[in-house]
């Protein structure tokens, strides 16, 4: 009855090559011996996109005052993008730092990091889809609203134009940053004190 890890190896589970919490996911684990995953970047981008949901699930929960799904609007999503922010890494600059359109900038300066346009633009698209798959109408959904959409443009052109830069100078060796990345142990404890 016990499980009894084999003797061969350290009972630790450190992962030396880990390069992302994600990478450990037990989705990519299973079943070794099943014939053909056939298509491994699906099953990601859906362990991804239920993350997401869960993620905006507990944004709702947490919400004050309380927020129904069926009550949220395109507004809400918007507030929810901007609460994300303060996760974000990417830097961007307002008009009058120095470092406004500067791609490399010599020094730190104060102003905000923030989510990088292309995570929000693929995680409004997930959450669209899970809306949709947990029962929403696509005439109500509030992640394909019109305000959306304007928010997402203006975004992209300002952060084209500030040159956001994250200050993690090399790439790193892992797909694009995922929101996941920087929000899923950062999310505010559904009861604080
Ligand atoms: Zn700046």
Known sequence: MDYVPSSDSPPS????????????????????????????SLSRYESQKRRDWNTFGQYLRNHRPPLPLSRCSGAHVLEFLRYLDQFGKTKVHLHMCPFFGHPNPPAP??????????????????????YEENGGKPENNPFGARAVRLYLREVRETQSKARGVSYEKKKRKKPPPTLQASTSHQLPPSSAS
Not at 21 to 34: C, F, K, M, N, V
């Open 13 to 40: 589970d450190t992962s030396p090559t880990s390069i992302s919490p994600l990478s450990t996911s037990p989705l990519t684990a299973i079943s070794p011996s099943s014939s053909s995953p056939s298509t491994p």
């Open 109 to 130: 300066c104060p102003c905000p990091l923030r989510q990088a346009w292309g995570s929000l633009d693929a995680l409004v698209g997930r959450l669209r889809a899970a």
